[in-house]
């Protein structure tokens, strides 16, 4: 085992951060947890192409730049500590990506180009209102009709589903259980519609309900058809959990970041807070659960990038990381005192993100469905 980072790997970190601090910082401040247009969002994503943010995962056969997942985890937790809903965005545009390539040529040259150069936004609709946890109970339809397809249904939660120009539709054909479950291809123009989600926090990106009523597509806008979808979901969430994870590790950095300079700057009781012996406490807590959460996250990602299989060691990162980041952030509004809840500091953003990220591709409990099924050899679900 090597812990140290390449110099190519360190380069590539610090001219990120460099590029973070000096483009995307000031846009995000400039919207204060509101909807940034499409416009606005895709003049960011196109400036963050050139670091791999948004076409790092694909391969280099396909126009992306085929980094390894460590690589790219390393960029995304600097995004991530500095714009979680950016990242979000990047994230999606990866998945969608990565869908796309075992896409047909044709449909390749039609979206996945476009979506790695930042001309298109993909999104990925699994979730419906009435089917989150179970995704082998997908309602969605795709009927066949002749050499098309109907898609009709529902889907919740869709991230960047509003800014989207295609969605990958999860759906079946027919009521014969998860093998049923296809992954299809529809273009916005044929006709589905989306209405944005406020929630607690990240909403200056788009999470949004999408409505298909009897959408025609061809058959050959068929990404995965039934009975193939539902494992490569499975395989997708492998390799993405972490990197929901290190949003989580970003957001608890950025906690730390902070809570170390105030611990310095504010005074009481004739010292800096930081030299009481509980704030210290409080402080080694926090950087401890960020290295911890650091350390699983990116072996999970070493073993996506060898072809291993990690939904045991990337549920435990995802989960373990999630929960770690609502308690570094509890500790860091416990520092900041009453600037900890104020909007004039930027705790109480922080505070109000984490929980989502314990949601988003999996459940603390779904998590720990996997890590059971896994050490016990059997399912709970
Ligand atoms: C910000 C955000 C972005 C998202 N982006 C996307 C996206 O891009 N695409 C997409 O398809 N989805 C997306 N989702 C949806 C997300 O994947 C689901 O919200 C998540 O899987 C949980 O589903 P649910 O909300 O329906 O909760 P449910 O499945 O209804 O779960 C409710 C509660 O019951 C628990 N539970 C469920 N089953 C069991 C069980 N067997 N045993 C014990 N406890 C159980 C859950 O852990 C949870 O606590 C997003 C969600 C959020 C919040």
Request: charged share 25%; proline share 4%.
């Amino acid at each position: 085992m090597d812990f140290r980072l390449s110099d190519e790997q360190q380069m590539a970190v610090d001219s990120f951060r460099r590029f973070l601090e000096d483009v995307i910082r000031p846009a995000i401040a400039a919207h204060d947890d509101t909807f940034i247009p499409k416009d606005e969002m895709q003049g960011l994503l196109k400036q963050l192409l050139q670091f791999g943010m948004g076409n790092g995962l694909a391969s280099e056969a396909d126009g992306g730049m085929g980094l390894d997942p460590v690589t790219f985890g390393l960029l995304f937790e600097e995004l991530s500590r500095v714009s979680p809903d950016v990242a979000i965005v990047v994230l999606i545009q990866e998945e969608t990506g990565l869908l796309l390539s075992a896409a047909s040529d044709e449909l390749k040259a039609q979206y996945l180009g476009p979506l790695l150069e930042g001309d298109k936004f993909g999104s990925i609709g699994i979730s419906e209102p009435a089917v989150g946890s179970n995704i082998a109970d997908i309602k969605c339809r795709a009927k066949v009709d002749g050499d098309d397809l109907l898609i009709t249904g529902e889907k919740q939660w869709i991230s960047g589903g509003h800014y989207s120009d295609f969605n990958v539709t999860v759906a079946r054909e027919s009521d014969d259980g998860a093998a049923g479950i296809g992954l299809y291809l529809v273009d916005r123009a044929q006709g589905y519609e989306s209405q944005n989600i406020p929630k607690l926090a990240l909403n200056r990106q788009s999470t949004a309900q999408l409505f298909f009523d009897k959408v025609r597509i061809p058959k050959s806008q068929v990404l995965f058809p039934p009975g193939q979808g539902l494992k490569r979901l499975m395989t997708l969430l492998e390799g993405s959990r972490p990197l929901v994870g290190l949003m989580a590790v970003g957001i608890s950095q950025a906690a730390l970041d902070y809570s170390i300079a105030y611990a310095k700057e504010r005074k009481q009781h004739g010292k800096p807070i930081g030299a009481h012996q509980l704030i210290q406490a409080r402080i080694a807590e926090m950087a401890v659960k960020v290295e911890a959460s650091r350390l699983m996250l990116f072996k999970a990602l070493d073993q996506v990038g060898r072809g291993i299989r990690s939904d045991f060691q990337s549920g435990m990162a995802k989960y373990f990381a999630a929960e770690a980041a609502i308690e570094i952030i509890r500790h860091a509004m416990a520092i900041h005192g009453g600037n900890g809840v104020t909007r004039e500091f930027p705790i109480e953003e922080l505070y109000r993100i984490a929980p989502i990220l314990t949601v988003t591709e999996g459940t603390p409990e779904m998590q720990k469905l996997i890590i059971g099924r896994s050490l016990l050899g059997m399912p709970a679900f």
